[in-house]
Every structure is written in C-alpha cells, then in structure tokens.
C-alpha cells in the first residue's frame, strides 16, 4: 500500500503524519530520520490493526501543489 505521508519541519525537528491513518506519526531531528520512522511507525500502526482484527483504511488521500503568485 502507498500512503501520503505529510512532512512538516519545526524550528528544532521534523514531525511527520498519515492522514489516513490518524494517531501514526513520527518526529525527528532531521527530514531523513523522520520519513524513517514514519515508515516504520505505517508499519507498526498496520500491525496492530490486523492484530486487534481491524480493517486496514485503504489509502484514500493525495496531495497536490497549487503555485500562486508571491505578494
């Protein structure tokens, strides 16, 4: 499965979130790190959904950029 993973950096980190699969987030000190263990955190939060007999969410949300002019 393949899902959007939305990365947002901080004045010290980087946090990292799924939105399709609330409460799976991750932060980090540096962009690598946190697309790191968001991927695991994906995987870890899947486990646990198959675990507790839980329907996986299919991957529904994808991103677009929209260009405006600078003011």
Same mark, same amino acid.
């Given at each position: 499965?393949?899902?959007?993973?939305?990365? %947002?950096?901080?004045?010290?980190?980087?946090? *990292?979130?799924?939105?399709? /699969?609330? !409460?799976?987030?991750? $932060?980090?000190?540096?962009?690598? %790190?946190?697309?790191?263990?968001?991927?695991? *955190?994906?995987?870890?939060? /899947?486990? !646990?959904?198959?675990? $507790?007999?839980?329907?996986?969410?299919?991957?529904?949300?994808?991103?677009?950029?929209?260009?405006?002019?600078?003011?």
């Amino acid at each position: 499965m393949r899902y959007v993973v939305i990365v %947002e950096e901080g004045e010290t980190s980087y946090g *990292a979130y799924v939105p399709d /699969l609330p !409460g799976c987030v991750a $932060a980090a000190e540096t962009q690598e %790190e946190v697309l790191r263990l968001i991927h695991e *955190a994906i995987e870890f939060h /899947l486990e !646990g959904l198959r675990e $507790a007999g839980l329907p996986v969410p299919t991957p529904a949300s994808h991103s677009e950029y929209v260009d405006v002019p600078a003011v």
